[in-house]
C-alpha cells in the first residue's frame, strides 16, 4: 500500500524556520521524482520544490535561497527545510511522487499539512 505521510507544519512567525518531512512506503522511492506543493486559500496548487532520482533539484522562484529540498533514499524521505518564512508562504503543503515508465506513470500524494506564517 502506497502512503506518503507529511509532518511538520505548523504556525511560526514570520522570518522563522521550519522543516517539513515525508515519509515514503509501498514504492521504489529511489526511482521517483519526490516534489512538494503548496496551495494557499483561494489560490491553484503550485510547485514549490523538486528532487530528482539522481538528487537535482528545481525551485520556485518565490521561494529560491529560502527553501531546499533534500532526500534520504535509505530512510525513504523527502525533507523541505524552510527559512525566513514569510506571511505567502501559508499554505497547506503536499509532497508528491512521480514515475513516469514507458506508456505509463505513477503519480501519489500525501494528505498535506498545515504552514502558517504569522506574528
Known amino acids: 500500500q502506497v502512503q506518503l505521510v507529511e509532518s511538520g507544519g505548523g504556525l511560526v512567525q514570520p522570518g522563522g524556520s521550519l522543516r517539513l518531512s515525508c515519509a515514503a512506503s509501498?514504492?521504489?522511492?529511489?526511482?521517483?521524482?519526490m516534489r512538494w506543493y503548496r496551495q494557499a486559500p483561494g489560490k491553484e496548487r503550485e510547485s514549490v520544490a523538486l528532487i530528482s532520482s539522481a538528487g537535482g533539484t528545481t525551485y520556485a522562484d518565490s521561494v529560491k535561497g529560502r527553501f531546499t529540498i533534500s532526500r534520504d533514499n535509505v530512510k525513504n524521505r523527502v525533507n523541505l527545510q524552510m527559512n525566513s518564512l514569510k506571511p505567502e508562504d501559508t499554505a497547506v503543503y503536499y509532497c508528491n511522487a512521480i514515475f513516469h515508465g514507458v506508456g505509463y506513470s505513477h503519480d501519489y500524494w500525501g494528505q498535506g499539512t498545515q504552514v502558517t506564517v504569522s506574528s
Open positions: 509501498g514504492f521504489t522511492f529511489s526511482s521517483y521524482v
